[in-house]
């Protein structure tokens, strides 16, 4: 049975790595050249947070960070909507598929900071219960 193991890392930096294919298609324009600057920055952070979140010192930091990530794929979103919508890339990039991977990937990091936050919740209610 050959089922994938689900790894957000991997997940995001195959993301990382289309978003890169798209600035790099972005025409050398104005407009172009700035969205191209922002997508860099927006797009390729969620990966490198996970990371910072991978390593972080408590529950809290790591909704942190995930929250921060979270807010650049929203960016992230907003970038590729426009892209889009201004039709400024061929379509052998293909940014419709990465919408759909940017919106699962919103999903997800959303789930994770709720899942985290409630297991707050619940580690601070025992705390109270063995008190």
Known sequence: MN????????????????IIDIVEALPNTRAGIYIANQLVRCGLAPALLYGEAQAAESRDDFIHKMKIALKELKETRVCLKLILRKEMIKPITRPSEVMKENEELIAISSKSINTARQNIIKSKKRELSIK
């Open 3 to 18: 089922e994938r193991v689900f790894d957000l890392e991997d997940r995001l930096i195959d993301f990382a790595s289309r």
